[in-house]
């Protein structure tokens, strides 16, 4: 893979995480009908986020994953200390669930970020007026590792059905999970 400084600004803005401590993560889902959240998926061990993951550090800090497209679209978004209420979606507190209560009060020690090559086209006299530029180098997922050894998986990817076993990437959802295996088996993250 082919890594830029744009690359290595990233990488750096991530490892700003190292150090915080969690005291709270919230889901923003877009806002709509029902009063209930919508973040459960077919998997216990597997959220779904349509819109950003929130977490809060003992310092207050507000650190913010979100879908961007800062290399390509649907990748991997990260904002620190930007946080600012919307009118398009609502919080829930998820700072119980299954995927984060044996995290909360925990030190992020390491951040690791899973980079995927993209294929990337340009106009040009290929199909469809297109022709393939060069590969981009994308970041799919982060992995927060903690001081107690649980590591959380925060990838922009989603189920398309409910009953689907394996993902798709590269979309305007997060997935969170808190188990490798799983992650692993429904292509959340690549090994």
């Known amino acids: 893979m082919d890594f830029t400084h ?26 709509h009908q029902s009063a ?18 929130f977490l809060y550090s003992r310092n207050n800090d507000v650190v913010e994953f979100w879908w961007d497209s800062h290399f390509v679209q649907y990748e991997v978004g990260l904002k620190i200390n930007e946080f600012g209420p919307s009118p398009v979606y609502q919080m829930w ?21 899973g980079w995927q090559e993209i294929n990337t086209y340009k106009p040009g006299s290929g199909i469809l007026g297109l022709k393939r530029a060069p590969k ?20 922009t990817a989603q189920f398309l059905s409910e009953s689907d076993d394996e993902v798709v990437g590269m979309t305007s959802n997060l997935l969170v999970t ?10 959340i993250i690549a090994q």
């Open 136 to 155: 981009t180098v994308s970041p799919q997922y982060i992995a927060l590792e903690f001081s107690n050894g649980e590591t959380i998986y925060i990838s």
């Open 178 to 187: 808190n188990n490798e295996v799983l992650a692993t088996q429904v292509g």
């Open 36 to 53: 209930e959240p919508n973040y459960k998926t077919h998997f216990a061990d597997i959220d779904t986020v349509g819109y950003s993951v």
């Open 93 to 113: 507190d998820v700072s119980k669930e299954t995927v984060w209560k044996s995290v909360i009060s925990e030190t992020i020690t390491d951040v690791r970020i």
């Open 6 to 31: 744009r690359h290595t600004l990233y990488h750096n803005h991530c490892k700003q995480l190292i150090g915080l401590q969690l005291v709270k993560a919230k889901y923003a889902e877009l806002l």
